[in-house]
């Protein structure tokens, strides 16, 4: 039962729910503690990379590329993040995505608490894994 190395690649999204004022600022780039969007983008990446750190008995692993995209929904006023992870090995990236998209919606929380506490993180899930064993594409 030896996995083999294959080359292993995970999606995952999420949602955070603004408020109209804080994505007003956001989306005009006005917020006190800069460019919001590409900080929080930079630390999605960074904590896909330290997901070993974060959960236990994860395994550290050599990520091939990290993609973290924000885009704006101003119908509901939120922001909708998706970060896609690929690694050549013998075990999936599922929660280095899924950590990814944690991360950069924490990092939008911090960076936009001042303006509004009133802020929910939701529909963080995962969107498609392959590589492995078995495919997954959420329904």
Same mark, same amino acid.
């Given at each position: 039962?030896?996995?083999?190395?294959?080359?292993?690649?995970?999606?995952?999204?999420?949602?955070?729910?603004?408020?109209?004022?804080?994505?007003?600022?956001?989306?005009?780039?006005?917020?006190?503690?800069?460019?919001? @969007?590409?900080?929080?983008?930079?630390?999605? @990446?960074?904590?896909?990379?330290?997901?070993?750190?974060?959960? *236990?008995?994860?395994? *550290?692993?050599?990520?091939?590329?990290?993609? /973290?995209?924000?885009?704006?929904?101003?119908? #509901?006023?939120?922001?909708? /993040?998706?970060?896609?992870?690929?690694? #050549?090995?013998?075990?999936?990236?599922?929660?280095?995505?899924? #950590?990814?998209?944690?991360?950069?919606?924490?990092?939008?929380?911090?960076?936009?608490?001042? /303006? #509004?506490?009133?802020?929910?993180?939701?529909? @963080?899930?995962?969107?498609?894994?392959?590589?492995?064993?078995?495919?997954?594409?959420?329904?």
């Amino acid at each position: 039962g030896e996995k083999k190395e294959t080359v292993r690649k995970a999606e995952a999204t999420g949602t955070i729910h603004l408020g109209e004022t804080a994505f007003s600022l956001l989306k005009s780039n006005k917020m006190k503690k800069g460019d919001v @969007i590409t900080v929080s983008e930079i630390a999605g @990446i960074m904590g896909a990379k330290r997901t070993s750190d974060l959960i *236990p008995l994860c395994h *550290p692993l050599h990520l091939n590329k990290v993609d /973290v995209r924000i885009n704006l929904e101003e119908r #509901t006023f939120s922001a909708v /993040v998706n970060c896609t992870v690929s690694c #050549t090995g013998k075990t999936g990236v599922e929660m280095e995505a899924l #950590t990814g998209v944690s991360v950069t919606l924490l990092t939008l929380y911090d960076m936009c608490k001042a /303006v #509004t506490k009133d802020m929910e993180l939701s529909e @963080i899930k995962l969107v498609s894994k392959s590589g492995g064993k078995t495919d997954y594409r959420a329904q």
